[in-house]
């Protein structure tokens, strides 16, 4: 089945600095990728649709200049979070789709952010 | 995409069967009912989806019933290992629109 490799899975980073969380579609060419973001017991929310080699379409209220995301190659996208603050502390989680009729889009395990 | 209503929190005692509703009344002829669940910590993890029939597969069952307007999870055999929320998300099925997370269902299953 396809996989889709997240990393790191946690990362502990100082205010001020940048953190990137790297998502990668293993065995497939991943067209689409959505990055989404997950504050404690609550769901999960988009932030940003990005198509390989175009800009991100970002949700209303995702600061575009401060979560960089970069969809360079169908394998591989990137999320930067930039000048970080403890306010970013959050599980971000990526998801994955070449979408040809396949039957689900497929996520990565996550990446703990915690801002200190 | 079409909203979805579930309820908040199940509980389930092991080797029983689990089934988790979900209302989508406002479902429009293409959309399809996909079900998702994420282990705490962990990134989702898919399940299921249909349109119209009803659907297995070695996780669950999917029903849905004939005006579309609902549809219930059916985990068979539930174990520990099935606690989770369980998502019920409705979308359409061209192009590389995102899945929308509600809030889900906390299924717990007791031993």
């Known amino acids: 089945g396809a996989v889709v490799s997240q990393h790191p899975s946690w990362v502990i980073c100082k205010s001020g600095t940048s953190v990137k969380i790297e998502c990668r579609s293993l065995d497939f060419q991943a067209t689409t990728m959505f990055w989404y973001r997950q504050f404690p017991k609550q769901s999960l929310m988009l932030m940003a649709t990005?198509?390989?080699?175009?800009?991100?379409?970002?949700e209303q209220g995702v600061e575009k200049d401060k979560f960089l995301i970069n969809h360079a190659s169908l394998t591989l996208s990137t999320l930067t979070v930039t000048s970080a603050h403890p306010e970013d502390s959050s599980f971000y989680i990526c998801?994955?789709?070449?979408?040809?009729?396949?039957?689900?889009?497929?996520f990565g395990s996550g990446t703990r952010l915690t801002v200190v | 995409d079409a909203k979805t209503t579930q309820p908040t929190s199940m509980d389930c005692a092991e080797g029983r069967a689990a089934n988790l509703p979900c209302n989508h009344s406002?479902?429009?002829?293409?959309?399809?009912v996909y079900w998702y669940r994420q282990i705490h910590s962990q990134g989702p993890q898919y399940i299921i989806h249909?349109?119209?029939n009803n659907e297995t597969n070695e996780m669950a069952s999917l029903i849905i019933t004939e005006d579309r307007k609902s549809s219930t999870l059916i985990l068979p055999h539930a174990t520990l290992r099935d606690t989770a929320v369980y998502y019920c998300i409705v979308r359409g099925n061209s192009g590389n629109t995102p899945l929308v997370f509600g809030k889900g269902t906390r299924l717990s299953v007791i031993a």
């Open positions: 406002t479902i429009s002829g293409n959309e399809y």
């Open positions: 998801s994955a789709s070449d979408y040809r009729g396949r039957t689900g889009y497929t």
């Open positions: 249909g349109l119209k």
């Open positions: 990005s198509n390989e080699g175009s800009k991100a379409t970002y």
